[in-house]
């Protein structure tokens, strides 16, 4: 299998992949935890809202009827009665000829069914015992009735919708303190490589700080994922399935980075040919990580990325956000756009080929702008991308002005 392996495209890579994820179970979480999850149940309104009639404006609550023949030249005159501020409970019922003075969110009196603005009375500077009203109101006219935005017992948010700093004030203003979300997947990561150490150590011959590991928990936590570190495992562990097995049965999906090529110490590699382990790919057309390998192990997935940090990067990119955004019931797939590339790539390449750039609006066109050519396992081109520009196979690549197709971490990768 080390050697033989099928090429696949990406999307079936994935497709395969996907098609083994199924969505997490629920939890409840407290209303500020519930941010940035994915609502596991429709959520009914405990009661209504507004929950009493109240006055939108500063003015005078009125009885509609009182102002029939109120006009600008003849105002009628009401005897104010009460102040009500926001908060207060009015402790005076309006008869005829009454009138509160009232400020905005404020409860109204009974009896009164409206309200006029300050400035639509007589001296609306002035606190005034009898109020000069200038226009004649309808029933109900300016009030927020008792239940008018949302009914006691009405759904005011639904399963799979996101918990954004809106639905936050929603939920609170409902006083839902716990909120039933999809559990966040945990994703155990375990870096490969007997010439790794871990990156607060000094440098010894021959050895590179491990930076994978590191990236990969960022990553998973940029995806909605809980990350799991395991110890490393160097090129010549012994028990390498039961030590992978013992992994993967502790989190929901298991990433390993390095150790996935054809080397004679490709340990990873060689874990598929066993007989508990079952392959989904292990050649993918792409460039860089061709060598990406998805297995299951018992039911848990197993993502293997190449070690080599730029293909580390693309492969979570490819193929774990699409497995954690669906166990946390998010839309799976990257999101595809157009966009005009701003510098030659024509490096011919047997697969498509990913390259790591940046978006940019000029004048409404939007460009992708690749990083300058490195070597995939060059860590300094790293930081600072937000999309992966796909270069189609074969051919002459693509020149400065051409439309090609980029992948962007925006409103994919939190
Ligand atoms: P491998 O996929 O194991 O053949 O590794 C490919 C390249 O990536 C080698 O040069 C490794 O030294 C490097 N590499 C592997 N794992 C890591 C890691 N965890 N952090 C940084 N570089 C790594
Ligand atoms: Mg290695």
Redesign the pocket.
């Known amino acids: 299998m080390r050697f033989h392996r099928q090429t696949i495209t990406v999307e079936q890579a994935r497709s395969k992949l996907l098609a083994r994820i199924t969505p997490t179970t629920q939890e409840k979480v407290s209303l500020g935890e519930a941010f940035g999850r994915i609502l596991a149940q429709d959520l009914v309104s405990p009661c209504d809202y507004p929950g009493f009639d109240r006055s939108p404006l500063d003015g005078y609550a009125v009885r509609a009827t009182d102002t029939e023949s109120a006009t600008v030249q003849q105002p009628v005159y009401l005897q104010v009665v009460e102040e009500i501020a926001a908060g207060d409970v009015p402790k005076m019922a309006l008869g005829p000829g009454m009138a509160s003075r009232i400020m905005t969110g404020a409860m109204l009196p009974v009896g009164a069914d409206a309200v006029i603005m300050f400035e639509q009375t007589v001296n609306p500077g002035e606190k005034v015992q009898q109020v000069g009203i200038k226009r004649k109101l309808t029933a109900w006219e300016n009030v927020s009735r008792r239940g008018e935005e949302v009914e006691q017992g009405s759904v005011i948010a639904r399963s799979g919708e996101a918990v954004d700093a809106g639905m936050v004030a929603l939920l609170a203003s409902f006083g839902i303190t716990e909120v039933p979300v999809y559990r966040k997947p945990t994703i155990g990561i375990l870096?490969?490589?007997s010439?790794?150490i871990d990156f607060d150590q000094p440098l010894r011959p021959g050895m590179?700080?491990?930076?994978?590991?590191l990236m990969l928990q960022m990553l998973v936590l940029q995806a909605g994922g809980i990350p799991v570190l395991f110890d490393r495992l160097s090129d010549h562990s012994p028990a390498v399935k039961a030590t992978i097995q013992r992994c993967a049965d502790r989190v929901d999906l298991l990433v390993t980075?390095?150790?996935?090529?054809v080397?004679d110490k490709?340990i990873i590699a060689s874990l598929v040919d066993e007989a508990e382990v079952e392959l989904l790919f292990n050649h993918v057309a792409m460039r860089p990580g061709s060598?990406t390998t998805a297995a299951m192990i018992g039911s848990t997935p197993l993502c293997a990325l190449?070690?080599?940090?730029g293909?580390?990067h693309l492969g979570f990119f490819l193929f774990v956000a699409p497995v954690i955004r669906k166990m946390a019931n998010l839309p799976a797939e990257p999101p595809r756009w157009r966009a005009i590339l701003a510098a030659d790539c024509e490096k011919p390449s047997p697969f498509p080929r990913y390259l790591r750039g940046r978006i940019e609006v000029r004048n409404t066109t939007l460009y992708a702008i690749p990083d300058p050519p490195v070597k995939s396992?060059n860590?300094s081109r790293l930081k600072g991308s937000d999309c992966f520009i796909v270069i189609p196979a074969g051919g002459r690549g693509k020149r400065a002005g051409e439309e090609v197709e980029i992948l962007c971490y925006q409103h994919y990768l939190q």
């Open positions: 870096s490969t490589g010439e790794l590179i700080r491990d930076s994978n590991s980075t390095g150790g996935v090529s080397g490709d060598p190449s070690g080599n940090p293909a580390c396992g860590v």
